[in-house]
């Protein structure tokens, strides 16, 4: 009888072991849904914002190597609430005005968007999400964060 429970024991923890390896393997492979903007090649960081609300309404997410000193950008824009508001992204550099590059509507919708850095020399922009009513487009905050009228520099991309 004690030899069954041994190696019914040592089947199980055969099971958790392989199955932490697993995990472990897959969370390595597969980039966080949280990582966003760039802060240098290779580091990506966490994007959102929260119009005058708890919930976060827009996120935005890098697509896979976009960090990596290129001079262009490429992201995930999603829409995170169904609320009668749709969401956008926008870049400014230096002497220039806020460019729009991604726009979308709907809880859970996404939009794939690029930004080529406009200097062609240092793979850095400023970045800000945008919140617009659905009904007629029109922009009713942009900011990072909580912060509205803020925004992050986005470098390295």
């Not at 390595?28 to 966003?36: N, Q, V």
């Not at 309404?57 to 992201?75: L, R, W």
């Not at 062609?120 to 509205?148: F, K, P, T």
Request: aromatic share 12%; hydrophobic share 35%.
């Amino acid at each position: 009888m004690l030899d069954r429970r041994r190696r019914l024991a040592a089947r199980f923890l055969a099971i958790g072991l392989l199955a932490a390896t697993l995990f472990t393997v897959d969370s390595l492979a597969s980039p966080s849904p949280a990582e966003a903007r760039c802060m240098g090649v290779n580091n990506p960081v966490y994007s959102w914002f929260a119009y005058d609300r708890a919930a976060v309404q827009a996120s935005e997410t890098p697509a896979a190597g976009t960090c990596n000193g290129n001079n262009t950008y490429t992201g995930v824009l999603k829409d995170e609430e169904q609320d009668g508001y749709c969401v956008s992204v926008q870049f400014r550099e230096t002497d220039t005005f806020w460019v729009p590059v991604g726009y979308v509507c709907g809880k859970g919708n996404t939009d794939r968007f690029e930004w080529n850095d406009l200097q062609y020399n240092n793979s850095r922009a400023y970045e800000q999400l945008c919140v617009h009513r659905a009904s007629d487009g029109v922009q009713v905050a942009c900011g990072w964060g909580n912060e509205i009228e803020g925004f992050a520099t986005n470098w390295g991309y």
